[in-house]
């Protein structure tokens, strides 16, 4: 099969890459094809037909494959009797698509004027406003009037908690169907549906607890309305009046690339407040996901007893009095000087600590907290540079020992999971069952505190599972340490990097030791001495 094909759009010639989708394809070439329902991250549905285009085929002579012309010398084409919804095909030699045609804008005007037959005109108070798309299309592609009676609006429920953290507005919702599908083809915890039948039809959730899932927020990203909204930043603030700031989720080693929104606020004298936090795209790290945690973890920072300014001797003073005090101290230590870092510190901070404890004549740099071990194995045998786990599939695999990954990692629990949609032959090793066994090709058990021996005698005790992963392709090993000692931990990590590198997974992408450190930076804290 050919890496490209072509294909003709709008009357003109393009070539793009095989197999991919059609929605796609017209967004790498800068054409735009409307959508609601589809998302480049799931699967196509069709459902909300924004998407139609004339569609057709070039006609070939059956015995040399030649295109046919017609009388003008241009191609002809077998057209489709009706519309088509691009979401819903993928490329092919030869396909053609119009997407300017009256017809298609026809369809699509219509379209728009259905889903605003019921949905509301509360634009200005809609916590999507302003980035919403259906904003947007309608504007682009809307009627500007409507033609159906205000007696015939279908009037539902406006604040419907579907959990603690996310509420539905029934109103504005347009029945994509979005949300439904994210949660059972990428996270797969399949706790949303509908309900009903024709306008009644809803979304409800069919978990108890309520929403029972740690990837809820997702769906309010994802949502092309303002029909799902975060409890936390329901009516606080329009996304024009925030400022954007780049950063990093400091919860887990995962390392998500966020966005965090800010506003000054009176309520928080006068300062910059966080008001929501937001997945920044990375497809190697976190994609455009982040979990709960992630999202809503950042209440504490508005804590009526969180500390904002130095103390010392438990009385509050000002910085120049507090570094004046430290210096002091430090000075007249004599050089038996120490210090604890977290894994929220930057390589750079963690530098100029050293260099603090250093230069005073310190030597004792300790990482808090004291869970973990062994990271020197992960210098050494850690996934090679490159390393992408939505590359992994069909003849690879991934052993996850001793963790309990949707707690420890959410964001890796979710990526390998759809590893293992993808064909990944993914173990699970633990002394209890997790979460991740549901998405697993084989839970394995073993008895408290022998995580160790479960490894290093695989070989001799589960010939044909060892082989299996000796065999893959490409191999990564998830370490934790549940059921260990610190001790314990570094014998794991020490086993897990002899596996890789007798069989021949280390040095290359995709290959290699991962371990579920606590918070962002455990590697950074080990590359600068703290133990």
Not at 321 to 344: F, H, P, T
Not at 486 to 510: C, K, W, Y
């Amino acid at each position: 099969m050919a890496d490209t094909v072509k294909i003709y759009i709008d009357e003109k010639e393009y070539e793009v890459p095989a197999g991919i989708n059609l929605v796609d394809a017209a967004k790498w070439l800068d054409i735009d094809i409307p959508v609601f329902c589809y998302h480049p991250k799931m699967a196509p549905v069709g459902m909300c037909r924004m998407c139609l285009v004339e569609m057709g085929t070039l006609v070939r002579d059956r015995e040399t494959n030649e295109v046919v012309l017609d009388e003008n010398g241009k191609p002809q084409v077998r057209w489709f009797p009706k519309l088509q919804t691009a979401c819903t095909n993928k490329v092919s030699d030869g396909l053609v698509i119009r997407t300017t045609t009256s017809q298609v804008a026809d369809a699509r005007r219509n379209i728009v004027e259905f889903l605003l037959t019921s949905h509301p005109l509360d634009c200005p108070i809609c916590d999507k406003g302003g980035e919403c798309p259906l904003q947007n299309l309608t504007m682009a592609y809307g009627p500007g009037t409507s033609r159906m009676h205000l007696e015939d609006k279908k009037r539902l429920d406006k604040h419907v908690p579907l959990g603690d953290l996310i509420y539905l507005d029934e109103e504005r919702c347009i029945l994509c169907a979005r949300c439904i599908r994210y949660q059972d083809e990428i996270v797969g915890d399949d706790v949303l549906a509908f309900t009903e039948r024709q306008r009644s039809l809803q979304i409800i959730t069919t978990s108890d607890p309520a929403f029972d899932t740690y990837f809820s927020g997702n769906t309010t990203d994802i949502c092309p309305v303002g029909a799902l909204t975060t409890e936390d930043f329901r009516f606080q603030a329009r996304p024009w009046e925030l400022t954007s700031v780049p950063s990093i989720c400091p919860h887990c080693p995962v390392g998500c690339n966020i966005t965090i929104n800010t506003r000054l606020e009176r309520e928080f004298d006068g300062r910059a407040a966080i008001k929501r936090i937001m997945p920044r795209q990375n497809e190697e790290v976190n994609e455009i996901w982040i979990c709960d945690k992630g999202r809503f973890g950042h209440h504490f920072t508005r804590a009526e007893d969180r500390l904002v300014q130095p103390h010392v001797d438990g009385r509050p003073v000002s910085w120049p009095e507090a570094m004046k005090a430290l210096a002091d101290r430090l000075n007249a230590a004599g050089g038996d000087v120490a210090a604890i870092a977290g894994s929220g510190m930057s390589n750079e901070d963690l530098w100029e600590l050293r260099q603090v404890v250093t230069r005073l004549g310190g030597k004792r740099l300790g990482a808090w907290p004291p869970t973990h071990a062994g990271a020197e194995f992960v210098a050494q045998v850690g996934v090679g540079a490159g390393t992408n786990l939505s590359a992994l599939g069909k003849g690879d695999a991934v052993l996850i020992i001793a963790s309990d990954l949707e707690e420890e990692a959410p964001i890796w629990r979710l990526r390998i999971k759809q590893a293992r949609d993808r064909g990944a032959y993914v173990v699970v090793a633990n002394a209890r069952p997790t979460r991740m066994d549901a998405f697993c090709s084989l839970p394995v058990r073993y008895d408290y505190g022998e995580a160790v021996s479960f490894l290093t005698e695989l070989r001799s005790a589960r010939p044909e599972l060892a082989q299996k992963l000796a065999e893959a392709n490409n191999l990564i090993i998830v370490a934790g340490v549940e059921g260990l000692t610190l001790e314990g931990s570094r014998a794991l990590m020490q086993a897990a990097a002899n596996f890789l590198i007798d069989t021949g997974h280390v040095g290359r992408p995709n290959n290699g030791l991962m371990a579920t450190f606590p918070g962002a930076n455990g590697m950074g804290l080990h590359y600068l001495g703290f133990t």
